[in-house]
Structure formats: C-alpha cells, structure tokens
C-alpha cells in the first residue's frame, strides 16, 4: 500500500519538515509552510527526488508527486466567476 497520499505525507517520510527542509537545503519554516498547505511547488520535486533517493525515502519520484499534484482540490481564484446555484 502506498503511504505517500500527500505531500504532507511525503514530508513527514523525511523525518518531518526540519529534516525535509535540510535535506533538499531550504529554511524550515518554508518546509513548514509546505506541509501546513499540504503543497510542495514544482520548483522543489527534482531536490526532493533527489533527496529522496540519497535518504532512502522510498515511492517519491515525480510521477507520484506530479499524481499528488493533480489530485489536489482546485482553489477557485479571484478571477473565475462563482457559479449562480
């Protein structure tokens, strides 16, 4: 069964967000950030494969965090009309 069902999940898989933060070089309270919003950006995935595959962390590759991507719920932005009910 595959653990790794959120990015939150995928970040506590490196020991939580201060050894996720060290271990693909970011500050912690962004990695902290990340969890609290259950969001990696795209901009970190190949550090975090990487970081991933040098730890041990097993099932992060970019399919699975581009699959935890698309999985997400979509936010409605300021610029789409709500829908009238």
């Not at 506590?12 to 050894?19: E, L, R, V, W």
């Not at 693909?24 to 494969?49: C, L, N």
């Not at 040098?54 to 970019?62: A, K, P, Q, S």
């Amino acid at each position: 069964m595959d653990t790794l069902t959120s990015f939150q999940s995928v970040i506590d898989a490196f020991g939580g967000p201060t050894k996720y933060a060290e271990a693909i070089g970011i500050p912690g309270f962004h990695a902290q950030s990340m969890k609290t919003r259950d969001s990696i950006p795209p901009a970190y995935w190949e550090d975090t494969v990487a970081a991933a595959s040098e730890r041990g962390v097993e099932g992060v590759t970019l399919k699975r965090l581009a699959e935890l991507a698309k999985a997400r719920p979509k936010k409605r932005g300021a610029s789409e009309p709500e829908r009238a009910a």
